[in-house]
């Protein structure tokens, strides 16, 4: 089921969306090479809780950290670790918190130190693909209008796109219907409504699409071990622009 929300719950989902760009900015500034993903844990888990939210990853069908940190081949849900990141790395961040009974989620893919033109180029059209996403995020518009969007601008760059995850709702619950794949064809499945709150979520591999868990039983990390890139905000729905609830700067719409 699809819940809408009204002007009274969407500015619940805009304060907890404020709180987490801040968390994550916060992360941002601190990815270097020398420091450890359990150490980005730590912070992320102690801003959360002195703003009197709650991680909401932390726990979440066993999982056991409040960030997922995945580096390089990693596509989502590594856990974080001691191992001190490197130069030249790429590492995706994932977090979401629960403030005042409401959910936000937002991931970004950053460089450690510097890294190649490649793998900068991968990030950037990732970043890209998101926003060609969210612009379709339109009362009026078809869900597959935003998959489609991602698709398109991916595989233009000969990026495979991840198939085995997607976007979806998010309210009280962090998943919500509907499920939001970032593959699809425009002008097909559900359409778009004022108040729905959506996770739009592009993962962009520089190789193929395929993918396999790790042993950990939650890491997923592309088959052939090429790059992976993840970028991802809450969105809501309004007869107008979509407005992004955790994303502060200028929209790129
Ligand atoms: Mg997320
Ligand atoms: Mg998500």
Redesign the pocket.
């Known amino acids: 089921m699809i819940t809408l929300k009204n002007d009274r719950e969407l500015d619940r989902m805009r304060r907890a969306g404020a709180l987490l760009e801040r968390v994550l900015l916060a992360l941002k500034e601190r990815i270097e090479p020398g420091i450890t993903t359990l150490e980005l844990d730590h912070l992320a888990e102690r801003l959360i809780r002195e703003a009197g939210a709650l991680p909401s990853f932390k726990g979440y069908e066993g999982f056991p950290y409040s960030i997922c940190a995945s580096p390089d081949a990693m596509v989502v849900h590594g856990f974080p670790d001691k191992h001190p990141l490197k130069e030249g790395q790429i590492l995706s961040v994932d977090c979401g918190l629960i403030l005042e009974g409401w959910q936000s989620?937002s991931a970004f893919t950053v460089a450690v130190g510097r890294i190649s033109e490649e793998a900068r180029q991968l990030i950037r059209v990732t970043e890209e693909c998101f926003w060609l996403g969210a612009q379709q995020a339109r009362e009026g518009n078809r869900l597959g209008d935003i998959s489609h969007a991602v698709q398109a601008h991916a595989e233009a760059h000969g990026y495979g796109v991840i198939r085995d995850l997607c976007?979806?709702g998010i309210g009280t619950e962090m998943h919500e219907d509907p499920s939001i794949p970032n593959f699809g064809k425009p002008g097909r499945g559900v359409r778009l409504k004022a108040g729905m709150t959506l996770?739009i979520?592009p993962m962009i591999a520089m190789g193929g699409w395929r993918v396999y868990v790790k042993d950990d039983g939650w890491g997923v990390v592309t088959q052939d071990h090429s790059l992976c890139s993840h970028y991802?905000h809450t969105v809501a729905v309004t007869q107008g622009d979509p407005e992004i609830l955790t994303y502060s700067g200028e929209a790129r719409l």
């Open positions: 989620d976007g979806h996770a979520e991802e």
